[in-house]
């Protein structure tokens, strides 16, 4: 079964239309009828077996390396052992996938993201992705999907192995018109702010204007990587999501300016966390510098190794950061690339051969528990990097 989570903090507004226009279809118009006897209706053992593994089977993609960073193939179901919250689990279905033979099993979504990188990082991903293109004749081994994200809304590539196609479209996307920074001595004309339209008369940046823009990209950076992941449920196979970049602004450093703008991170961290892990569904982020991280934080909060947050209390905007939703979901994390057709190869190469790991997870005391994972593998010297932990259910 597919998660459609929607967070009730980042996403608020699309909420708020939706409880808005339920009486026209009659949802909430009509009082229950509390005279009509309740008709139960029988389900089969078969059938109770498939409703509880839909919510409760487990599906990781497992990642096995050596020492080089290079595919582990080979492996059978006995050499691997699953820890849900530190307790052993059954492997319930296992299986390898040698991405060189079952090429339809995965294909490659590369994100230009002209919501953050608005100025030469565009020009920067395409002179690499130029680059790596080049390095090479014939199709390409796995299709690549571009996607040109802005606030406005993603627009997408065909998925194509031709070499040709993809530089094509890659200039065609570079040429289009991106976000305006927010640190900008004054928005230039035509920017966004909270839907209005910003004037370069205005007489310049405020605090709290500043922190408007950074949190109106960060909500639009979120809600463009859950439209990625919702378009993959359907699609079959893996997919491997590259987001380059320096990721989406943190506004911690705002203050009390924010304080009124933050959402429930803890509901888009569960959703994010469910829905890339169901639609198979692997982040990779790549920054030619540092990661988007608050200037005036004492400790660094965007570390690729941050802990993953259990409680409440506990997600902070750090929790969010794309390095860290990248970890968290068992991607690649690379930040002061000289080079990014490298980093690309990298990413592409775990798609050689991975593997599919299941189990079923015990029912939660209540919604949306936190479980952490630890797989292990009986291999000398491999590296293993899956999800590092999921929210059951009751």
């Given at each position: 079964m597919r998660s459609h989570r929607f967070s009730a903090g980042v996403l608020c507004i699309l909420l708020f239309a939706a409880v808005s226009n339920?009486?026209?279809?009659?949802?909430?118009?009509?009082?229950?009828?509390?005279?009509?006897?309740?008709?139960?209706?029988p389900r089969t053992k078969a059938e109770r077996e498939q409703n509880y593994e839909a919510e409760h089977r487990i599906s990781l993609i497992v990642q096995v390396t050596d020492s080089s960073g290079k595919p582990v193939p080979g492996l059978k179901a006995e050499d691997f052992s699953v820890l849900d919250n530190q307790k052993p689990q059954k492997v319930a279905r296992f299986r390898?996938?040698?991405?060189?033979?079952?090429?339809?099993?995965v294909h490659v979504v590369v994100v230009l993201d002209a919501i953050n990188?608005?100025?030469?990082?565009?020009?920067?991903?395409?002179?690499?992705?130029?680059?790596?293109?080049?390095?090479?004749?014939?199709?390409?081994?796995?299709?690549?999907?571009?996607?040109?994200?802005?606030?406005?809304?993603?627009?997408?590539s065909q998925p194509s192995t031709d070499r040709s196609v993809i530089t094509k479209q890659l200039a065609e996307f570079a040429r289009l018109p991106r976000e305006?920074?927010?640190d900008q001595a004054h928005f230039t004309e035509g920017s966004r702010m909270d839907g209005q339209v910003m004037s370069s008369q205005s007489p310049g940046n405020s605090a709290e204007e500043r922190a408007d823009c950074m949190n109106m990209h960060f909500t639009e950076s979120l809600n463009a990587l859950r439209k990625l992941v919702g378009e993959q449920e359907n699609t079959r196979g893996r997919a491997i999501l590259i987001w380059p970049g320096r990721?989406?602004?943190?506004?911690?450093?705002?203050?009390?300016?924010?304080?009124?703008?933050?959402g429930n991170y803890r509901d888009v961290l569960v959703e994010l966390n469910t829905n890339l892990r169901e639609a198979q569904v692997t982040l990779d982020a790549v920054s030619w510098g540092d990661f988007e991280t608050p200037r005036n934080v004492l400790k660094p909060v965007m570390s690729v190794t941050v802990s993953v947050p259990i409680t409440p209390?506990?997600?902070?905007?750090?929790?969010?950061?794309?390095?860290?939703?990248?970890?968290?979901?068992?991607?690649?994390?690379f930040s002061k690339v000289k080079n990014l057709a490298n980093a690309m190869a990298a990413c592409l190469e775990e798609a050689s051969d991975f593997y599919v790991v299941s189990f079923d997870s015990t029912p939660a005391a209540a919604a949306d528990e936190f479980h952490s994972i630890d797989v292990k593998v009986d291999r000398p010297g491999v590296n293993?990097?899956?999800d590092s932990s999921y929210y059951a259910q009751p």
């Open positions: 339920q009486n026209a279809f009659g949802v909430w118009a009509q009082s229950p009828d509390t005279t009509s006897p309740i008709q139960l209706i390898e996938v040698d991405g060189k033979t079952f090429t339809a099993d990188d608005g100025g030469s990082g565009i020009g920067h991903l395409k002179k690499d992705l130029d680059r790596y293109l080049s390095q090479g004749h014939g199709p390409l081994q796995f299709p690549i999907t571009l996607v040109f994200a802005t606030g406005a809304g993603e627009t997408e305006a920074a927010c990721g989406w602004p943190m506004v911690a450093e705002f203050g009390t300016h924010v304080v009124n703008k933050r209390d506990e997600v902070t905007e750090e929790a969010m950061a794309l390095p860290a939703l990248a970890r968290q979901d068992g991607g690649l994390v293993v990097r899956t």
